[in-house]
């Protein structure tokens, strides 16, 4: 254990008698790996019963999330069938608790602010329901592709994936959002058991450039929170110049802000008014932040965190922004004489997920934006978890690329926005190529081609490595899954099936 000695001096200030026992945790065996169950595609207790328990101990409760399990067993659940299928995400336990806190409700207008790399969007996807809409953004281009990628695999259609910066996003949707999640980023003390290369990282320096950033962050949030609305705040750091003195700031800065409780179990425990600084310490409402919530790795079965939960005065119903409706629906983006893509533009001057040069397309009202929607009949009525009615009116196509624009949608045009909404597949030639998106998001039951494997049958990893395999079935696309879950798609002939297992994804 090398902890700085600064780090090492101050903790030993703030946990007391308990500060051995939290440096005891550096050498104490790990709780294994950690698991959160999609509930857009199963129900835990079907999950566990029929794959990945195999003898009692295998697997506990993560007490303060409903879908989260330690999985101690021999599996190695990265390289699982079910996780390829979106059957669940591998997270650290404590890390589960921020999107568990914060309250959403099927409909609700969700903001996840500083989201990459998506274990917190997922399960707020997962809380969704297919309905309203979730905005998953990261300032990282590097980033948001993982954040992309891991809420297709969990088959979430109603997201919108945007790489902004806050104040872009504060600018454009101010107060639109029922619910917004800040994990911030932080000094990452918390992180020091388990990324040890964090360690040397750290000054107190950092610390301060930390507290500032989040401010900032947390100005642009609230900005966006409609009245009525909470937002989570959440670390991975003890600091408490990053916790409880940001929260106490911000409550005195906004008059129409409260701090709620959080619910609390045994190891997890109070925000700390005691570890207050300077003038703080004589705050006459510093008794408030015991409602936030500490997690210690001493003390729970996961690592460092910290949450706390606002909530906005006011009905948001009187004051939001009515959704958006995008006046062109079912067309192709026009082009100019040259052929080139006029495509919609970014603040950065690039084309938001724009796709590859190809004839003009259709106009509207045209035959070809009908044999669009014609197209789209058989692969829509399948989608999991999603308000379907009225869905020829949220199509939305780019260039030869179509998506189902989620139910309620903010105006993203003036956004950098690597997804709008589910990406359905490309429209060529007259023909509808669906995307590994649509597939992850299908009900494979509901589907009128399917070819299912078994979970033991040796052809689930030659399909996810990319092989060409033998199935039998009916000739076309056809939607692979083993078991009950999809995997992606195969062009079927005479029982030879064509992979068409997006490369990105495979397996190793």
């Known amino acids: 254990m090398n902890l700085p000695e600064s780090f090492k001096t101050r903790m030993q200030e703030l946990l007391g008698d308990d500060f051995q026992a939290y440096t005891d945790s550096f050498s104490q065996e790990g709780y294994g790996q950690t698991l959160r169950v999609n509930p857009l595609k199963t129900k835990p207790a079907d999950l566990i019963r029929r794959f990945l328990c195999k003898e009692e101990n295998e697997l506990a409760k993560v007490p303060w999330c409903p879908e989260g399990y ?30 568990t806190f914060l309250p959403v409700r099927p409909g609700d207008r969700v903001l996840d602010l500083c989201a990459a790399p998506g274990g917190k969007s997922v399960a707020l996807a997962g809380k969704l329901g297919g309905q309203g809409i979730l ?30 910066a806050p104040a872009k ?29 964090m360690q040397s990282d750290w000054s107190p320096d950092q610390v301060k450039k930390y507290a500032a950033l989040q401010k900032e ?33 911000f409550l005195d800065k906004m008059d129409d802000l409260d701090l709620l409780p959080l619910p609390i179990w045994p190891g997890v ?33 996961g690592e460092g965190q910290f949450a ?9 119903e009187d004051q939001k922004e009515p ?34 040069r190809g004839r003009r397309g259709p106009e509207p009202g045209k035959p070809e934006g009908q044999t669009l929607l014609a197209a789209l009949e058989d692969y829509t009525g399948s989608i999991r978890n999603a308000e379907l009615a009225g869905w020829q009116s949220r199509i939305y196509v780019l260039e030869e690329r179509a998506f189902l624009l989620p139910p309620v949608c903010p105006d993203f045009r003036r956004v950098r926005t690597l997804r709008s909404g589910l990406y359905l597949g490309d429209f060529k030639k007259g023909r509808f190529q669906p995307s590994q998106a649509l597939a992850m998001a299908l009900d494979p039951a509901a589907f009128p081609n399917t070819v299912v494997l078994a979970m033991e049958d040796e052809r689930v990893e030659r399909y ?8 039998d079935g009916k000739d076309g696309w056809a939607l692979i899954c083993v078991e009950d879950y999809p995997l992606g798609w195969g062009k079927l002939s005479r029982g030879r099936l064509k992979n068409k297992y997006q490369p990105g994804w495979r397996m190793q």
């Open 308 to 316: 706390a939960l606002f909530h906005k005065a006011g009905n948001s």
């Open 169 to 197: 996003l504060a600018e454009v949707w101010p107060g639109f959002f029922d619910a917004i999640l800040v994990d911030a980023p932080c000094s990452g003390e918390g992180m020091f058991r388990k990324e040890k290369g």
């Open 217 to 249: 962050i947390l100005d642009r949030a609230f900005a966006m929170l409609a009245p009525g609305g909470c937002l989570l705040y959440s670390t991975c750091t003890y600091a408490p110049e990053e916790d409880e003195e940001n929260v106490l700031y």
């Open 70 to 99: 330690y999985y101690r067993g021999p599996e190695r659940l990265s390289r699982h069938p079910l996780y390829y299928g979106g059957a669940y995400y591998l997270q650290e336990p404590s890390a589960m608790a921020p999107a």
């Open 135 to 164: 905005v998953s953004n990261d300032i990282s281009a590097s980033r948001s592709k993982a954040l992309l990628k891991n809420l297709e695999l969990f088959g979430a259609g109603n997201i919108l994936v945007t790489c902004e």
């Open 464 to 471: 996810l490595k990319g092989e060409t395999i033998e199935v």
């Open 323 to 356: 959704a958006w409706k995008p006046e062109t629906i079912c067309t192709l983006t026009a082009r100019d004489s040259r052929g080139t893509p006029k495509g919609r533009k970014t603040g950065r001057g690039r084309r938001a997920e724009s796709g590859r």
């Open 269 to 301: 425990e109070e925000g700390r008014p005691d570890w207050l600084t300077g003038h703080l310490r004589d705050h006459p409402d510093k008794e408030i932040l015991k409602n936030c919530r500490r997690f210690l790795p001493h003390k729970v079965e």
